[in-house]
């Protein structure tokens, strides 16, 4: 079974830091891309970062620009976002995204989603 697990959400405080994780926690051969999303109370889901699959390009969601980066260790089957500097206002829910997705037992998934972790940015 191929899921993805998102890991390291928490409590931080304005201005702190935190990364979450997310992995491929079945036998993912490739995926064309990953990324991640978020969700407020409230509010629809939004793009927060997405890469490639070689990690050579990535898109930022303008809220988040100069501030969030995204990373991929393929390795491991992880994409990892670093958030700095966080803000009330990125509180939410996180999930990881992954498209075009062919797990080595030649079985192809056109999206999956994580069940996300949530990040509260409070005082």
């Known amino acids: 079974q191929v899921q993805l697990v998102e890991s390291g959400g928490g409590l931080v405080q304005p201005g702190g830091s935190l990364r979450v994780s997310c992995v491929a926690s079945g036998s993912v051969g490739s995926a064309n891309a990953m990324g991640w999303y978020r969700q407020a109370p409230g509010k629809e889901r939004e793009l927060v970062a997405s890469?490639?699959?070689?990690?050579?390009?990535?898109n930022y969601g303008d809220s988040v620009k100069g501030r969030f980066t995204i990373s991929r260790e393929n390795a491991r089957n992880m994409v990892f976002l670093q958030m700095n500097n966080l803000k009330f206002e990125d509180t939410a829910v996180y999930y990881c995204?992954?498209?075009?997705?062919?797990?080595?037992?030649?079985?192809?998934?056109?999206?999956?989603w994580g069940q996300g972790t949530l990040v509260t940015v409070s005082s």
């Open positions: 995204n992954a498209r075009g997705v062919m797990a080595a037992t030649g079985r192809w998934f056109p999206e999956l």
């Open positions: 890469t490639t699959g070689s990690g050579g390009f990535t």
